[in-house]
């Protein structure tokens, strides 16, 4: 069986991006199981395995603005140290850079910021996807592919 829509497949792989940092693992004892054509996969990532069946290698790269888009530079910016404040003062250990500050918008939606610079009397946040701005290559293995039930 080769994977089509309404298949599920098994793969090992690993993920970097193009400058080599290793994002993912997948193992032969622990493998990654997908469901593909119901539009969770990202679509160059269906399109890359489609067709191919057990035991067939894979190797490929998709480019930044087909997997989390450009770094976009309207995701980044200033918020003013005060608002970090509980009971008047700031949590050093909290502002540091490379930390996650969990933030809500005033539409009640949540983010997630990157502390990538630290001012004065502000931090720079970047709420973009971690990976955005990132090729990515796949390289793996076909485990198995069977009819999704």
Do not use: R, W
């Not at 971690?130 to 390289?139: D, I, T």
């Amino acid at each position: 069986m080769k994977i089509s829509s309404g298949t599920k497949a098994k793969l090992i792989y690993s993920l970097k991006t193009s400058k080599g940092k290793v994002i993912e693992e997948i193992p032969t004892d622990n493998p990654a199981e997908f469901v593909f054509g119901i539009k969770q996969l990202l679509p160059d990532f269906e399109e890359n395995l489609s067709g191919l069946g057990e035991g067939d290698s894979f190797d490929f790269e998709i480019k930044a603005e087909n997997a989390y888009g450009p770094i976009e530079p309207y995701a980044i910016f200033d918020i003013p140290l005060d608002t970090f404040e509980v009971d008047g003062k700031i949590d050093e250990k909290m502002i540091q850079i490379d930390n996650i500050i969990p933030m809500t918008d005033k539409d009640g939606n949540k983010h997630h910021g990157k502390i990538i610079k630290i001012l004065k009397d502000a931090v720079t946040l970047d709420f973009n996807h971690p990976l955005a701005g990132e090729n990515l290559n796949f390289v793996g293995k076909v485990l198995s592919v069977e009819t999704n039930k």
